[in-house]
């Protein structure tokens, strides 16, 4: 299941920076991560909300170059 870093993580030789996504298989490790405020489940709605902040921050910057 794919996960969103909110705190730098190594997991399975990989280094995962916050903001990133990591694919955790084990459930126990990712309940352990999930209640140490590691990484958080993805949601369509927080998905959704980033989509629609970088549709606005692009109309803002596209107004401002004319």
Do not use: F, H
């Not at 995962?16 to 949601?43: F, H, L, M, P, S």
């Not at 909300?49 to 921050?57: A, M, N, Q, R, S």
């Amino acid at each position: 299941m794919k996960y969103r870093v909110l705190s730098p993580l190594v997991y399975a030789g990989t280094a995962y920076n916050a903001g990133q996504e990591v694919d955790i298989i084990e459930n126990t490790v990712a309940k352990d991560c999930i209640e140490r405020g590691i990484i958080e489940k993805i949601t369509e709605n927080k998905s959704n909300k980033v989509e629609k902040k970088i549709g606005t921050l692009e109309e803002t910057d596209n107004k401002s170059k004319k």
